[in-house]
């Protein structure tokens, strides 16, 4: 190989490895060997309901209503900008005593993210949390449930355990009906599962088949055993 190529191919390689360390490396590490992130709880008879992309100021009182109904208190991982622009949404969740997550600020994909930029979604979005809802979010939640490594780090100095799930009845893109969805979430639980569900975001019709769906969930959660907790009872080292 001529010199004057060997150089620049050489420096290359070796970003290309750096941008496959700090995005998929991160990624196997995190979400498939799971250091450092939790996707399920103890082997108890007890599951974690969460909700991704909130706040939504027409479906997420609906699931708060379904929840509430229930006597159930689930996890929401809000996405920071939509805090802010449902600020009174965001105060009820809080005040009716279910946990907060940190979903970033703008829900953009962190493999396409320099990490100064990640740091800032990361940080960015627990602050709009916080702000809206008078709580610092304890949990974290990458878009997509995709790490790199600055938001893998970030999240841990800001305190926040790391949280993707071990169920998710929904499609990446197709539409699921609330009786699929009840269908999956009932027959997928497991001991100590974290179900993954939506109160915005997603295919278009996955908020409205989500509340559509909860009362049925709870209910065929329950009647297979299971306790539905948020994630604080369900990480909860004691029996």
Request: aromatic share 10%; hydrophobic share 50%; charged share 10%.
């Given at each position: 190989m001529p010199g004057d190529l060997r150089m620049p191919l050489t420096a290359a390689a070796g970003l290309l490895g750096g941008v496959a360390a700090y995005t998929v490396g991160t990624q196997v590490m995190a979400g498939t060997i799971q250091v450092g992130v939790i996707k399920r709880g103890p082997a108890r008879p007890q599951v974690a309901l969460t909700f991704d992309d909130g706040p939504d100021p027409e479906h997420t009182p609906r699931i708060l209503?379904?929840?509430?109904?229930?006597?159930?208190?689930?996890?929401?991982?809000?996405?920071?900008?939509h805090a802010e622009a449902a600020p009174r949404?965001?105060?009820?969740?809080?005040?009716?005593?279910?946990?907060?997550?940190?979903?970033?600020?703008?829900?953009?994909?962190?493999?396409?993210?320099?990490?100064?930029?990640?740091v800032a979604e990361v940080d960015l979005g627990a602050a709009a949390v916080a702000d809206a809802t008078g709580v610092f979010p304890r949990y974290f939640r990458p878009p997509w449930g995709m790490f790199n490594w600055a938001a893998y780090v970030r999240a841990g100095q800001l305190g926040e355990e790391r949280v993707l799930w071990s169920v998710r009845p929904e499609g990446w893109l197709g539409p699921v009906t609330a009786g699929e969805m009840a269908a999956r979430v009932i027959r997928w639980a497991h001991p100590g599962a974290v179900i993954d569900l939506h109160d915005r975001g997603g295919h278009p019709t996955t908020?409205?088949?989500?509340?559509?769906?909860?009362?049925?969930?709870?209910?065929?959660?329950?009647?297979?055993?299971?306790?539905?907790?948020?994630?604080r009872l369900l990480l909860d080292a004691a029996p």
């Open positions: 209503e379904a929840l509430a109904a229930a006597g159930v208190q689930a996890t929401f991982f809000m996405i920071g900008r949404v965001a105060r009820t969740v809080a005040a009716a005593g279910h946990d907060l997550g940190n979903h970033t600020y703008s829900h953009r994909h962190l493999w396409t993210l320099p990490p100064w930029a990640t908020p409205r088949a989500t509340w559509t769906a909860l009362p049925g969930v709870i209910a065929g959660l329950r009647a297979r055993g299971f306790s539905v907790v948020p994630l």
